[in-house]
């Protein structure tokens, strides 16, 4: 879990920011599938992160989830654009 303490240092640090608030072009996070929902993380917070849910009509709803509730691969990839966010907010 060395990971989820770097996510929520930097974003202790920094603050909450979107995917769409980097000056680099990101893709959403793939969380999960059910039909035709897809779970897409775009928020990303102290305690939690933001899923936006999308349909084949687009965006559909959202719900927030525990970073402890989400895969190391997936906690790998919010590290990564954390470490980005705190890179342009120096």
Do not use: H, P, R
């Amino acid at each position: 879990m060395k990971n989820l303490t770097l996510i929520k240092e930097i974003l202790k640090n920094y603050g909450s920011f979107s995917i769409y608030e980097l000056d680099k072009k990101q893709e959403s996070i793939f969380v999960s599938q059910l039909g035709q929902y897809v779970g897409l993380a775009e928020y990303f917070a102290l305690d939690f992160c933001g899923i936006s849910i999308y349909d084949s009509d687009g965006f559909n709803s959202n719900y927030q989830l525990k970073y402890e509730d989400l895969s190391e691969n997936t906690l790998n990839e919010i590290l990564n654009l954390c470490q980005q966010w705190e890179k342009e907010s120096i």
